[in-house]
C-alpha cells in the first residue's frame, strides 16, 4: 500500500545545530507540503513543493529550507535551530490537479529546542 | 486573505450525546472545505469534504453542509462514540492562485466519555 513516512518520529537538539526531517511519499503525488502543529494555532503551512525542482515559501517559511531532487522525498531542514521551533512537524502529499483533492499526512516528527 | 474560525475546544460528550462543531470562514470565490481527523499520537486524515455550495459531505456518521450564505461547514454526528474522540480541524482550499494548500482552523479536541 502507498503511504508517507516521516523520519525521525521524535528528535532532541540543541540550539544553533542543523536539523533535517526526512519525509516520503509513496503516492507518487507531485505536490509535497510542511506544516507545524501548535496549541491554539492548528497547523501552519512552511513550504510545499509542486513537482521536482519547485518550492515555494508558506505562511511560516523563515528559517526553514526544503529542496525538491526527486517525486518521493521532501526534506526539511532547519539552518540553525531555535527555542520557537519547537513543535509538531507534520508532511502532507497530494495529487496535482485539481484543488478538491485529499492531502495524506504522515504520522508527524516532535522536534524539541533546547 | 483566507481564515478558518473553528468554535473553541475542549469539548466533552456523553457516549451517544449530539455533536455540533463551529465552522466559518472566510474566503474569495468559491473554495472546497474539508473536515479532518486526528487521532492521538496520529497524523491527519480527511474525515468528509464538500466541493461547492450546498452540498453535504458525510462519512461515519459525520455530516457537514457547505453554507454559503452564512459561510459556515459545522460539523455534526447524532450519537458520539468514545472511539470518536480525536482534534478536529476545518480546513478550506481557495479557489484560484495556489489552489492546492490547504487553511486550517485551529482545532477542536473532542472528549467522549463512556
Known amino acids: 500500500d502507498a503511504e508517507i513516512t516521516q523520519s525521525p518520529r521524535h528528535k532532541i537538539t540543541e540550539t544553533g545545530r542543523q536539523v533535517t526531517l526526512a519525509c516520503h511519499q509513496t503516492?507518487?503525488?507531485?505536490?509535497m507540503f510542511w506544516y507545524r502543529q501548535d496549541l491554539g494555532h492548528g497547523l501552519r503551512l512552511i513550504h510545499y513543493?509542486?513537482?521536482?525542482?519547485?518550492?515555494n515559501k508558506g505562511e511560516v517559511s523563515d528559517g526553514y529550507s526544503v529542496s525538491r531532487s526527486n517525486t518521493e522525498d521532501l526534506p526539511l531542514t532547519l539552518e540553525s535551530a531555535a527555542s520557537s521551533q519547537t513543535s509538531v512537524y507534520f508532511c502532507?502529499?497530494?495529487?496535482?490537479?485539481?484543488?478538491?483533492?485529499?492531502?495524506?499526512f504522515g504520522p508527524g516528527t516532535r522536534l524539541t529546542v533546547l | 486573505g483566507n481564515s478558518v474560525t473553528q468554535m473553541e475546544g475542549p469539548v466533552t460528550l456523553s457516549e451517544e450525546a449530539f455533536l455540533t462543531i463551529n465552522c466559518t470562514y472566510t474566503a474569495t470565490g468559491y473554495p472546497s472545505l474539508f473536515w479532518y481527523v486526528q487521532y492521538p499520537g496520529e497524523g491527519l486524515q480527511l474525515l468528509l469534504k464538500a466541493t461547492k455550495a450546498d452540498d453535504k459531505g458525510s462519512n461515519k456518521g459525520f455530516e457537514a453542509t457547505y453554507r454559503k450564505e452564512t459561510t459556515s461547514f459545522h460539523l455534526e454526528k447524532g450519537s458520539v462514540q468514545v472511539s470518536d474522540s480525536a482534534v478536529y480541524f476545518c480546513?478550506?482550499?481557495?479557489?484560484?492562485?495556489?489552489?492546492?494548500?490547504?487553511?486550517f482552523g485551529s482545532g477542536t479536541q473532542l472528549t467522549v466519555l463512556p
Open positions: 480546513a478550506l482550499a481557495r479557489s484560484s492562485g495556489s489552489a492546492r494548500q490547504l487553511t
Open positions: 502532507a502529499s497530494s495529487e496535482s490537479g485539481s484543488r478538491h483533492n485529499e492531502q495524506f
Open positions: 503516492w507518487n503525488h507531485n505536490n
Open positions: 513543493s509542486y513537482g521536482v525542482q519547485d518550492t
